[in-house]
Every structure is written in structure tokens, then in C-alpha cells.
Nanobody, 124 residues
């Protein structure tokens, strides 16, 4: 059974940092694009960041560029999202995702695998 298991969410004050982790299992994700989406209360799910499995290139939503960093451990396929300078508007459930095509993540179109999410709450 393929799983993406997120961890690292929690409560943090504005300006603080958190690091999310996503551990995949049941499938090799070494060539897959991996990334993060988030969904705030009452809002649609939105793209946050992605990393290409083939090139290692990183992509970010404009709202997090310069504050968030996505990285991947090539040995374990674990994907991280380092979140700095957090703002109250970053409050959301964060989901780890994986797909054979980076474009699927960037377009939020037919993504193969989703984790169950981890809650990040940023207080003002």
C-alpha cells in the first residue's frame, strides 16, 4: 500500500519556523516529482512547492517564495518543507503529494498520491 506520511506540523508564532517531513512507503518515489499543497479553512487547496524527481528543480508559489524551501533526501525519498518567516495566512493543513509528472503538481491535475495532511497554525 502506497503511503505518504506527513509530520512536523504544529502551532508557531508569526515569524517563526517549522519543518515538515513527508515519508513515502510502498513505492519507489526516486524519479517522482514530490511536493506540498495546503488548504486553509474555507479555501481551496493550493500549490505550495514541488521538486522534480528527474532534475531536482524546485518550484514555489509566489506567496511562499523566499520563505519556504523544499528539499529531498535522495536515499530515503523523504521530502522536507522548511518554512521560515511564517505568517498567520500560512495557517492550513499541508499535504504531501507525489506524481510521475512535475506538471501534474504544478497544475494540480490528476496527482497520483496524496498524504493525509498535517496542520500548521501560525498565531499573530
Amino acid at each position: 500500500q502506497v503511503q505518504l506520511v506527513e509530520s512536523g506540523g504544529g502551532l508557531v508564532q508569526a515569524g517563526g519556523s517549522l519543518r515538515l517531513s513527508c515519508v513515502p512507503s510502498g513505492h519507489s518515489f526516486s524519479t517522482y516529482a514530490m511536493g506540498w499543497f495546503r488548504q486553509a479553512p474555507g479555501k481551496e487547496r493550493e500549490f505550495v512547492a514541488a521538486t522534480s524527481g528527474m532534475t531536482g528543480a524546485a518550484y514555489y508559489a509566489d506567496s511562499v517564495k523566499g520563505r519556504f524551501t523544499i528539499s529531498r533526501d535522495k536515499v530515503t525519498d523523504t521530502v522536507y518543507l522548511q518554512m521560515d518567516s511564517l505568517k498567520p495566512e500560512d495557517t492550513a493543513v499541508y499535504y504531501c503529494v507525489g506524481d510521475r509528472a512535475t506538471r501534474s503538481l504544478l497544475d494540480n491535475n490528476g496527482i497520483d498520491y496524496w498524504g493525509k495532511g498535517t496542520l500548521v497554525t501560525v498565531s499573530s
